[in-house]
């Protein structure tokens, strides 16, 4: 069954500097493009940062542009989103999810339950 899960959230002050896992099962992600998406309480889900395998384009959401790094480890079928400099406004539950082309409207199939990111001001 195609999986992904979220780790690698927590708590930390303005400035400082988390890295989030997606681990995906069921597949390999050579052939798939993976997002990341957040969303904060009373907001809308938003788009963070993609990769796409077929080729090797990366996109993010400008407000996180130079700070944010999406990469892959296919030998561990891991999707990683390091995140440095981070503001109190990145506070939000973090998904990653299978995206298509890096469309920004992926499908509802593989949601997971996401992990918490809180940045303290």
């Known amino acids: 069954e195609v999986q992904l899960v979220e780790s690698g959230g927590g708590l930390v002050q303005a400035g400082g500097s988390l890295r989030l896992s997606c681990a995906a099962s069921?597949?390999?992600?050579?052939?798939?493009?993976i997002g990341w998406f957040r969303q904060a309480p009373g907001k809308e889900r938003e788009g963070v940062s993609c990769?796409?395998?077929?080729?090797?384009?990366?996109f993010y959401k400008d407000s996180v542009l130079g700070r944010f790094t999406i990469s892959s480890d296919n030998a561990k079928n891991t999707v990683y989103l390091q995140m440095n400099s981070l503001k109190a406004e990145d506070t939000a539950v973090y998904y990653c999810?299978?995206?298509?082309?890096?469309?920004?409207?992926?499908?509802?199939?593989?949601w997971g339950r996401g992990t918490q990111v809180t940045v303290s001001s």
């Open positions: 999810t299978v995206d298509p082309y890096c469309s920004g409207s992926p499908p509802d199939d593989y």
């Open positions: 069921g597949f390999t992600l050579d052939d798939y493009a």
């Open positions: 990769i796409s395998s077929s080729d090797g384009r990366t």
